[in-house]
């Protein structure tokens, strides 16, 4: 994750960790398979850019919108697919071909102050109002560089005419896009395609053993149905991650904070199991150690929990933060780290998933 997220530092500089490196890059691990699985979730991104580029509009791009009445909180904010054509701002769900409704700004609206967002925790934010502040919209763009894009076009609606929605390759753009999304998400959501891609980043062939090693000691824990469902959605999460960073959406400062939670999970999770040994011939003084460390891991897991939610939210659906919450809520439980660390049977497995971890912290 640090490594695809630009906060990684850099991989200490000895012969032996270059020739390692070097090998890597030409590795069946992480040579053509992989590229092309990387290719095609970049195509993603370039199919849905060509495919824009043929609707004539002054502004197109994927928008959170929230409604307002007066100073009340407003409704829900909902994802849509939106198109500006002159005054008008016209919106569609992301699986429609026809438009939703459309939002008239000329000679009615004007762009919100900074004291109407304030309050609501989306970035990007942006607003629209009437003039007589009886309605108002919140608008979400997925970066910084669509906010500007999306400011822009829209100081210049607030004085033009009325359009009607963009016509010409819209329904042919959506379902080209529909049948690319379902297709890249089908292979995402393979372990397969989601590890090696993961592995590519993380130029680390070995980490197969990480996927592995962590799916046994949560199938022990609880079964293996749920062991299955939390590697499923980590996969998830990491390949959205990935292409979120790549497209921009997700800006590598806001990811930073991070990677301190990382390291120092990582080293508490080394240094609890290291307390088994140090303190081996005190039970009482173990189970007291023990006891600490359990609950600062699981501390470690809900800072994670926290940041990971406001880093997805604005680009994921509620089902998918729940998923997270999901995972974060069995990992962020202090006796979960109880059972594993004091199970016999989990130490050949919780052996190799801290090794992995010490390799992460010592080389990244």
């Known amino acids: 994750i640090n490594a695809e997220y630009g906060t990684h530092t850099q991989r200490k500089?000895?012969?032996?960790?270059?020739?390692?490196?070097?090998?890597?890059?030409?590795?069946?691990?992480?040579g053509s398979e992989d590229i092309a699985d990387e290719?095609?979730?970049?195509?993603?991104?370039?199919?849905?850019?060509?495919?824009?580029?043929?609707?004539?509009?002054?502004?197109?791009?994927?928008?959170?919108?929230?409604?307002?009445?007066?100073?009340?909180?407003?409704?829900?904010?909902?994802?849509?697919?939106?198109?500006?054509?002159?005054?008008?701002?016209?919106?569609?769900?992301?699986?429609?071909?026809?438009?939703?409704?459309?939002?008239?700004?000329?000679?009615?609206?004007?762009?919100?102050?900074?004291?109407?967002?304030?309050?609501?925790?989306?970035?990007?934010?942006?607003?629209?109002?009437?003039?007589?502040g009886s309605t108002s919209w919140l608008l979400a763009a997925t970066s910084e560089k669509n906010l500007a894009e999306w400011r822009e076009a829209l100081g210049k609606a607030f004085s033009a005419e009325p359009a009607k929605p963009p016509t010409g390759a819209l329904k042919r753009k959506s379902s080209l896009i529909m049948r690319a999304k379902k297709k890249v998400a089908g292979k995402a959501a393979t372990s397969g395609v989601g590890k090696r891609l993961i592995k590519s980043v993380m130029r680390d062939d070995d980490i197969d053993q990480l996927f592995t090693s962590g799916k046994g000691l949560v199938a022990r824990?609880?079964?293996?149905?749920?062991?299955?469902?939390?590697?499923?959605?980590?996969?998830?999460?990491?390949?959205k991650g990935i292409l979120l960073m790549r497209n921009g959406s997700i800006e590598s400062n806001k990811a930073q904070p991070m990677e301190p939670i990382l390291r120092e999970l990582g080293k508490d999770l080394k240094e609890t199991y290291n307390d088994r040994i140090r303190y081996k011939k005190d039970p009482a003084k173990l189970k007291e150690v023990a006891a600490v460390s359990y609950a600062k891991i699981a501390d470690g897991v809900m800072k994670l929990d926290t940041l990971l939610v406001s880093l997805f939210s604005p680009?994921?659906?509620?089902?998918?933060?729940?998923?997270?919450?999901?995972?974060?809520?069995?990992?962020?439980?202090?006796?979960?780290?109880?059972?594993?660390?004091?199970?016999?049977?989990?130490?050949?497995?919780?052996?190799?998933?801290?090794?992995?971890?010490?390799?992460?912290?010592?080389?990244?």
């Open 39 to 132: 290719e095609i979730l970049e195509q993603l991104a370039a199919v849905e850019g060509n495919a824009e580029s043929t609707v004539a509009c002054d502004c197109q791009g994927s928008l959170y919108l929230k409604k307002k009445k007066g100073k009340g909180k407003g409704r829900k904010w909902k994802f849509y697919k939106c198109y500006l054509t002159g005054s008008s701002l016209w919106y569609y769900r992301p699986s429609e071909d026809n438009p939703k409704a459309s939002i008239e700004l000329g000679n009615k609206f004007e762009l919100s102050g900074d004291d109407e967002l304030a309050g609501e925790s989306r970035p990007n934010l942006f607003g629209v109002r009437k003039a007589d």
């Open 13 to 30: 500089s000895n012969t032996d960790t270059a020739h390692t490196m070097a090998d890597d890059s030409e590795s069946d691990g992480v």
């Open 315 to 364: 680009f994921v659906t509620d089902a998918t933060i729940a998923k997270i919450k999901d995972i974060t809520g069995y990992l962020g439980d202090k006796a979960t780290w109880e059972r594993i660390y004091t199970d016999p049977e989990q130490e050949d497995d919780l052996r190799t998933v801290l090794e992995r971890v010490s390799f992460y912290l010592k080389f990244y």
């Open 221 to 239: 824990d609880q079964d293996k149905k749920k062991a299955d469902q939390l590697e499923d959605t980590v996969i998830k999460i990491a390949v």
